[in-house]
């Protein structure tokens, strides 16, 4: 064998032996578990085919899951992608001077974990928080947030948006910064004003960061578990209970492995399916 | 230090031949430079001798031994590379030593090999320095130091000069071309630079597409070329060639190009006539071997002179003469005298005509 | 153009830059205030933190008057915070070291090294990286149970010893390296391995930076895994051990935001440190998307 191959080996087979057992084949594993009704713990498992899957296609939690995942997700995508564009083109326009300084700044929510900003948050949110008095101190009755079914998840949104500002700002702000100048410059002397100029400009070429913000933002939020977990545990009345707490809840306390599985199958088909529709919309969005 | 031989050699990529059927004898101690240009295969052949290629057919032999099959490290040959190839997080000494280092020489040892290498090239100052603040000259001491420092039996340079500016290059060819006496190890050399190869080597071995065009001393490759590409591509202003054909005329074997004839010097006429495949000829004439006259002399041809190149100490005039461009170098005496559109007269050195085949290109005489 | 034309243009320049002047200070008012804005809810963390349990509706001072550290010696009491940081660093060092180290060789065999199936198995390689966490949770929980890992420091760092991020991120940083280093380190008697311990290993600074930060963030303030892989409380890493005592001092903001602002400390701290690096990293991926 060449040395390069047995070097090789070396160099990859940890790798290989880590993503293979616990990346690729799980993925065939949750497979097998989702046709099957194991609780986890017994020493038999039954096989029952497809039925987990009608169970969830049948049942109004699951929809409800998905209904609201899907709020979660489109809520914290469009307002921190436009949030964020907005932002980047904002500090921009300053000269790029303290620019360095305005990205730590909107970054810093980035790095904290969702557990850390879901407990401020909760406090924040809570009838006697923070929100609640200076909503008071204004003369506005504000809602007990985290306890009302209509406005928990806008309240998780809030805070999953937040979360991600500064990560949709930066990768927007270097999207801005690598627009030649002299697109801009020949524009202005074609006679367009600051408003064209953003329209005909910087939204074309912007295209391809829009779309890469955009599908990266639906398929990160879709995945919420911390913030749902420590704000609202699910509730109240399943406002909260996304795809992810729902099977975390199925698996580890309700012992329904094999039913968990199969809603872990269905977050990845969902995933699959947005991130298929991403590499279309690329494809257009380049063209364009 | 060993005698170095290759036997047809043959590498390809994908579905060029890079090297085909090269057959290569290199005496030991010697300074043989690969010469060619650009993509003619001579880096090729240098990194097959070294180990970084393999050969898809043909052998290599170093000293006694067939090194076909052994890595480079087990070669026993150092490489000096065109940019250079120091490693840019370890200091010069650092940069010496680590052959030694990979080599298992005990620490003390390697010190005393790497001031010694270091002395010999004058940069026993620059040990402790990074190769980031080298000048290029010095830069290019250290990579021959990290080739000497392991006192191999063949020295590998692959265009080691390119990067450095004219001057130093001029200087640095000397030096290396004494140190090389100096240790007498055997050396292989590839450049593109035909004046660098006439410096240096004690041997050329010409390359072009793969092929070895000749193998001989500079002055036998600049003297007596073998074939067109050679008499071509060595000396500059470049061999004037001119395609002709052999005639007969008054009973004498001839020359006929473009409306002129040349009457072939009776010591050749029996040569070319023996081995004259056809009667398609290519005459080749270098232009120092070219005298122009102002005035018609006998066994000169007229010509026009359509440009005239400074080159500072002389110059070099372009004259068309039937339907060919002779380029002509014009002497001193006549200087400035000589101007565009000028009519003038070129007369051929008679001992320096070299006569090829026009098919393949290949010396007659 | 006579003397008044001129003095005429050049007033209007003048008026033209100011305005420039007013309106960048206009946006940059507007930027640091959103900026406030956007840093409040760690600002009310902090002063929430150093003020006593009963002043702990009122609103704070723009500063505070008096610094009530106990707090956080109360916190780091009353919930063994001291432990979950403890357990949380293991954990941490455990997997970025892990990252760093693995990714970097892996990383390097797929820049350098020609092997059969080597493109194959990187796109394989990059395609892990779509794929969601939760079709992958629970079979690896019940491998690392099947492995008796469960409540060990192992069975919290070993899914994660490798990323297929960062062997990209190395392979791309490898693959920008001149050959003619290889070529000279193998005449030097190099073997392949030698080659990317002495030669690439020295130089990947900046990418060890990059995938460290990537890597620290991730492994500290991972909360999924470390939930279900730990019963026993002892084991808690510091996200789980906040998520705990948020539910059970849930009404205690002082104390709460004492335990959450030690939590979050070393993540700013190391980002702040090594910013310049995610910052570039993400630009790069922006503009090459």
Redesign the interface.
């Known amino acids: 064998m060449?040395?390069?191959?047995?070097?090789?080996?070396?160099?990859?087979a940890?790798?290989?032996a880590?993503?293979g057992?616990?990346?690729?084949?799980?993925?065939f594993?949750?497979f097998g578990?989702s046709t099957t009704d194991w609780d986890?713990l017994s020493p038999t498992i039954n096989f029952v085919g497809l039925s987990n899957y009608s169970k969830l296609i049948s049942s109004g939690a699951f929809w409800n899951s998905i209904k609201v995942t899907l709020y979660y997700t489109v809520g914290v995508s469009i307002i921190s992608v436009i949030a964020g564009l907005a932002?980047a083109s904002?500090?921009n326009?300053?000269?790029g001077r303290?620019a360095s300084f305005?990205?730590?700044?909107?970054?810093?929510?980035v790095?904290?974990?969702?557990?850390?900003?879901?407990?401020?948050?909760?406090?924040?949110f809570?009838p006697?928080g923070?929100l609640s008095?200076t909503f008071r101190s204004i003369g506005l009755s504000p809602p007990n947030w985290l306890a009302d079914p209509i406005w928990a998840m806008p309240a998780l949104i809030i805070v999953g948006a937040?979360m991600r500002?500064?990560?949709n700002t930066?990768?927007?702000?270097?999207?801005l910064q690598?627009i030649p100048r002299g697109y801009y410059e020949k524009a202005k002397i074609d006679g367009a004003g600051a408003l064209n100029r953003f329209r005909f400009v910087t939204i074309p070429l912007m295209k391809?960061?829009i779309l890469?913000l955009l599908i990266m933002s639906l398929?990160d939020a879709?995945?919420i578990?911390?913030l749902a977990?420590?704000m609202t545990g699910g509730g109240p009345l399943g406002a909260t209970n996304v795809?992810?707490l729902l099977?975390?809840k199925n698996?580890?306390h309700y012992y329904k492995?094999g039913f968990?599985?199969a809603?872990?199958?269905m977050?990845?088909a969902i995933?699959?399916i947005i991130?298929l529709v991403q590499m279309r919309l690329f494809k257009f969005g380049r063209r364009a | 230090m060993a005698k170095l031989v290759i036997k047809n050699l043959v590498k390809r990529f994908g579905k060029t031949t890079a090297v085909s059927n090269l057959n290569l004898n290199i005496k030991e101690g010697e300074l043989v430079v690969l010469l060619g240009p650009s993509g003619c295969g001579k880096t090729t052949t240098l990194r097959c001798i070294a180990g970084l290629e393999t050969p898809d057919e043909g052998e290599i032999w170093i000293g006694d031994t067939l090194v076909n099959d052994m890595?480079p490290k087990d070669r026993d040959v150092a490489m000096v590379f065109q940019t250079y190839a120091l490693y840019p997080h370890m200091t010069i000494y650092d940069n010496l030593a680590f052959p030694l280092k990979m080599g298992k020489v005990p620490r003390r040892e390697i010190d005393v090999k790497v001031k010694k290498v270091a002395q010999m090239l004058g940069i026993g100052e620059l040990l402790d320095r990074k190769p980031t603040q080298l000048s290029g000259g010095q830069q290019q001491r250290v990579a021959l130091g990290a080739a000497m420092v392991r006192e191999p039996k063949v020295f590998l340079m692959d265009e080691p000069l390119s990067n450095i500016d004219a001057k130093l290059r001029v200087h640095m060819r000397a030096e290396i071309k004494k140190l090389q006496k100096d240790l007498g190890v055997t050396t292989i050399y590839v450049t593109h630079d035909q004046i660098e190869a006439m410096t240096m080597a004690d041997r050329v071995a010409l390359i072009i597409e793969g092929t070895l065009q000749q193998h001989g001393s500079p002055s036998d490759i600049y003297n007596h070329p073998a074939n067109t590409f050679v008499g071509t591509f060595v000396g500059s202003p470049p061999m004037n060639l001119i395609e002709c054909s052999l005639i007969e005329m008054n009973g004498l074997l001839s020359l006929e190009f473009g409306g002129f004839v040349y009457k072939l010097n009776k010591n050749i006429v029996g040569i070319t006539e023996k081995k004259a495949g056809g009667s398609e000829l290519v005459l080749g004439i270098r232009p120092e071997d070219l005298t122009l006259h102002l005035n018609q002399v006998e066994g000169s041809y007229e010509g026009k002179v359509s440009i005239i190149e400074s080159l500072g100490r002389e110059s070099v005039a372009y004259v068309g003469v039937g339907a060919d461009i002779l380029k002509i170098f014009v002497p001193k005496t006549l200087g400035f005298s000589v101007k565009v559109g000028d009519k003038v007269w070129v007369s051929f050195d008679e001992d320096k005509v070299h006569i090829f085949d026009k098919k393949f290109g290949k010396i007659l005489i | 153009m006579n003397e008044r034309d001129i003095s005429q243009a050049t007033v209007r320049n003048l008026i033209k830059r100011i305005a420039g002047i007013v309106r960048?200070t206009w946006?940059?008012i507007?930027?640091l205030t959103?900026?406030f804005v956007?840093?409040m809810?760690?600002l009310?963390?902090i002063t929430?933190s150093l003020k006593p349990l009963e002043l702990m509706?009122v609103?704070p001072h723009l500063i505070p008057t008096h610094f009530y550290w106990q707090n956080y010696a109360i916190a780091l009491e009353s919930a063994p915070f001291g432990r979950y940081y403890l357990n949380t660093i293991i954990v941490t060092i455990g997997i970025v070291v892990g990252q760093l180290f693995?990714?970097s060789?892996?990383g390097?065999?797929?820049a350098r090294?020609?092997?059969?199936g080597?493109n194959i198995?990187f796109l394989?390689?990059l395609s892990?990286l779509?794929?969601?966490?939760?079709?992958?949770?629970?079979?690896?929980?019940?491998?690392i149970r099947g492995f008796g890992l469960v409540n060990t420091y192992l069975g919290l760092i070993?899914?994660f010893?490798?990323s297929?991020f960062g062997?990209f991120l190395f392979r791309q940083y490898y693959i920008g390296f001149p050959k003619d280093l290889e070529d000279k380190a193998l005449m030097d008697g190099c073997?392949?391995?030698q080659i990317?311990r002495h030669i690439f290993l020295p130089l990947s600074k900046p990418a060890f930076a990059t995938l460290g930060i990537f890597a620290f963030?991730f492994a500290?303030?991972s909360?999924?895994w470390p939930l279900?892989v730990t019963t026993d409380p002892d084991m808690w890493t510091i996200?789980i051990g906040?998520?705990m005592f948020?539910g059970r001092y849930?009404?205690q903001?002082t104390y709460?935001?004492a335990g959450?602002t030690i939590?979050?400390i070393p993540?700013?701290a190391i980002?702040?440190i090594l910013?310049k690096y995610y910052?570039k990293h993400?630009?790069?991926?922006?503009?090459l998307?």
Request: overall charge positive.
């Open positions: 060449k040395d390069e191959t047995k070097a090789a080996i070396i160099c990859i940890p790798a290989i880590i993503i057992t616990f990346t690729l084949f799980p993925i594993y949750s578990l986890g932002l904002l500090i326009r300053t000269g303290l305005y990205r730590v700044i909107y970054f810093i929510p790095v904290t974990s969702f557990v850390a900003a879901g407990v401020v948050w909760k406090s924040l809570s006697a923070f008095d937040w500002l500064g990560f930066v990768i927007s702000l270097a999207g690598s391809p960061i890469l398929v879709f995945l578990f911390d977990f420590v795809a992810g099977l975390y698996a580890f492995m968990a599985s809603i872990g199958v977050i990845f995933v699959l991130t | 890595s | 960048r946006v940059h507007f930027l959103l900026g956007v840093l809810p760690f009310w963390m929430t509706r609103p693995l990714s060789l892996a390097y065999a797929f090294l020609r092997f059969p080597r198995l394989v390689l892990t779509m794929i969601p966490i939760y079709i992958t949770l629970i079979p690896s929980y019940l491998i070993l899914p010893l490798v297929a062997i073997s392949r391995l990317w963030l500290w303030n909360f999924l279900i996200q906040l998520a948020s849930g009404t903001w709460l935001m959450t939590s979050i993540a700013i980002f702040i910013q910052i993400l630009a790069l991926s922006a503009r998307g």
